[in-house]
């Protein structure tokens, strides 16, 4: 009776420690693993993304939490795909699409046309934050706005510039656009 109300526990044990498939950051700074279910979570996962921008659901030690951006200072939650990081920027929980290493370059990926710097009839938008410059947002509302908007985020590359203003004929996709800017990051970001 012993060793089986041991082995009970060490597997819950080992459940718990491998269920944690997120991390909270809290408006303190302490950083905590929690356990978060999101089916499908992916790049193109408008309506998901959109809820949590709103609040996330998670589990510490199997009690279920739900905070809002002023609670924490963001989240990830990672699935085999990869890591989505949620900033809290101006009261809500922005996906952050891509950032170099330095953390001084920032994309974030925003959807739902209540957020507060729509100003577009899409409801797809981003917000780049850059070296010491003033926030950069725009909507998406045709395919060939993303190039014009990669080439203005570019714009102190030449040599990516250039690259991109004669390669890129159209950009359709979320990943496509994130492709060409971490190719940025690679080539420009982290070589300053």
Not at 2 to 8: D, G, Q, T
Not at 16 to 25: A, K, L, P
Not at 132 to 138: A, K, L, S
Request: aromatic share 16%; net charge positive; hydrophobic share 35%.
């Amino acid at each position: 009776m012993k060793s089986k109300f041991i082995c009970l526990i060490i597997i819950l044990c080992f459940n718990m420690i491998y269920s944690q498939n997120g991390y909270i950051i809290k408006n303190n700074g302490d950083t905590i693993a929690v356990d978060m279910k999101i089916d499908g979570l992916n790049v193109r996962s408008f309506q998901t993304i959109e809820k949590l921008q709103e609040k996330v659901v998670y589990k510490i030690n199997g009690e279920k939490f739900v905070s809002k951006p002023d609670e924490l200072k963001g989240f990830c939650i990672k699935t085999d795909q990869r890591d989505f990081w949620f900033d809290t920027i101006d009261h809500k929980f922005l996906f952050r699409l891509v950032n170099d290493k330095l953390q001084n370059f920032k994309v974030y990926q925003i959807y739902g046309s209540s957020f507060f710097m729509m100003k577009y009839s899409s409801s797809l938008a981003y917000l780049v934050k850059k070296d010491n410059q003033p926030d950069y947002f725009f909507g998406i509302s045709l395919a060939k706005r993303w190039k014009n908007e990669l080439l203005e985020i570019v714009k102190d590359c030449p040599e990516i510039y250039t690259k991109f203003s004669d390669e890129v004929k159209k950009i359709q996709f979320e990943y496509e656009f994130e492709s060409y800017l971490n190719e940025y990051i690679k080539n420009c970001r982290n070589n300053k």
